[in-house]
């Protein structure tokens, strides 16, 4: 079995950062481990308030892990503070994982800042540099390139701005366009296209956190990034389509569909 860990931000609603990462492991069928960085009391309408880990906790859960578990895969979401790059950093310098997925979470689905997006620079200066594959959707591409996106050549233009940083692979998520969900994977030389029906639905809670989390469990088994990418694609839009409509605000993915609908193999 191999084996993905998460660095994010703890959701109490169960839809959206670690425990979305979690579920999404699970599904992928690796074995999923967590380094909680903020603690946030959020549900399905508002973030109601957080609080980091320290630094030191957070150097110890790392170090908790490395020192006993093999590590396939590292997806990194939210780091509220430039602290806490700063030891994300520094550990995965002195423990090399491969296969590290960064999904840049600066705003909640609700519109609440998880990090100040004055940090954008710093992000993209300390961590970026270590990321094999970075995520961001829309408002985020356009917070790391410094540009406005309106078109597909734009989100072209900030693939390469944010491919300039360091990562091999820029995916830029079109989830907030208009037209179709369609997805941007740069490397540098080829722009390749992942393109998927959109879905009428406000039950979206998490979906970034998903499609990142499917990407490292797939790297983790060892598909290549083209194909990561295509399976974790063809994932997440399984998981919005059969959204559940829990809470009062936007929904979660459904993680398990599968798994709910069909019952354990016997």
Not at 106 to 123: E, Q, V, Y
Not at 176 to 190: E, T, V
């Amino acid at each position: 079995m191999k084996h993905v860990l998460t660095i994010a931000g703890s959701d109490c609603s169960g839809g959206a950062g670690i425990q979305a990462d979690l579920k999404t492991f699970a599904a992928h069928g690796v074995y999923g481990m967590s380094v909680i960085v903020s603690v946030v009391a959020e549900n399905t309408q508002r973030v109601i308030g957080t609080q980091d880990v320290s630094p030191k906790l957070i150097a110890e859960q790392l170090q908790a892990v490395f020192e006993d578990i093999r590590v396939d895969a590292v997806k990194i979401g939210m780091l509220p503070s430039r602290l806490v790059m700063e030891t994300v950093v520094r550990e995965l310098k002195e423990r090399k994982p491969r296969n590290i997925v960064l999904d840049p979470v600066m705003i909640a689905k609700n519109g609440f800042p998880l990090m100040d997006c004055r940090l954008a620079r710093t992000l993209a200066d300390l961590v970026l540099p270590y990321a094999d594959v970075v995520t961001p959707n829309i408002p985020e591409a356009e917070v790391l390139a410094g540009m406005r996106i309106s078109s597909i050549e734009d989100m072209q233009e900030a693939a390469r701005k944010i491919h300039g940083y360091g990562p091999p692979y820029v995916l830029v998520k079109g989830g907030h366009r208009c037209d179709a969900a369609a997805d941007l994977l740069y490397d540098g030389n080829r722009m390749l296209w992942f393109t998927a029906k959109r879905i009428d639905t406000k039950n979206t809670h998490g979906t970034g956190c998903t499609f990142s989390s499917a990407i490292a469990a797939n790297l983790a088994l060892g598909r290549p990034i083209e194909k990561a990418v295509e399976e974790a694609k063809a994932y997440v839009t399984m998981a919005i389509e059969h959204a559940l409509s829990l809470g009062k605000g936007c929904g979660p993915t459904h993680h398990f569909y599968d798994l709910y609908n069909n019952g354990l193999t016997r």
